[in-house]
């Protein structure tokens, strides 16, 4: 198994069951549709609608889920919030604004970091989403454990119902992973260029710039010289990546490049230069 298929196994490998994503009186089929999208894209599959607006099936939604037809296919539909959390052991309420009820409010990374640890031992927790012109009612957040909410401006606090649920699921699979990604670069393909490869291509690039005399006066350049380098350091380059800026280089200064294995058999290259590191 490559490095980078065991990066994507560790990706997948999920801590903690779960949350339930609940949105009460959703309007739009599309909203619906575009919350479980966001669901799908971080692993989240238990989606229950307390009376949608406009009726259950949805082609419109189904069509804005993008493919997230697993979650979908597995929607259940209550008359009330109270049956559809039921069955949970803790739920976060998620409002942009103050309420009158007394309960913890937290940020969605805290809340992550409680929904993971209820999850991790078998228990089943959701997030509770409101309507999309004005959210929960204060009955509503009542039935919840917590507030979740995010740091949005105040003066613009309103999110969309699949954005607050992108978030909140972000924050949970980014905990339930300890941030697992599903990739990184591979140091095996792409090894990073030794110092002494760096080093020859510094003297490459300096010599064909003393040559353009570009180092101008020349009591600057110890100075230029230092700052080039250290444009190049940050880079942290891979091998490739210095063969390649030898080769241009090598092209600037108007070397003749490799000739190509054809040119080679029929005798026709003289003097070359390699394109990659611009040595004869």
Known sequence: MSKNAKILEEARQVSAKPPAVILCEPQLGENIGTAARAM?????VDLRIVN????WPSEKARAAASRADHVIDNVRVFDSVEAAIADLTFVYATTARSREVSKPVRGPDEAAEKVVSIGANGAATGYLFGRERWGLNNDEVALADEIVTLPVDPDFASLNIAQAVLVCAYEWRKTATSNALPFRLSTEEHPSATKEDVIRMFEHLEGALDTANFFR???????MVLTLRNIFQKAELTDQEVRALRGVIAALEKRTPRPRKDEVEDGSAGMVVDSDTGEA
């Open 52 to 55: 949608p607006r406009d009726g």
């Open 217 to 223: 006066p020349p009591e600057r350049r110890p100075h």
């Open 40 to 44: 799908a894209n971080f692993g989240l």
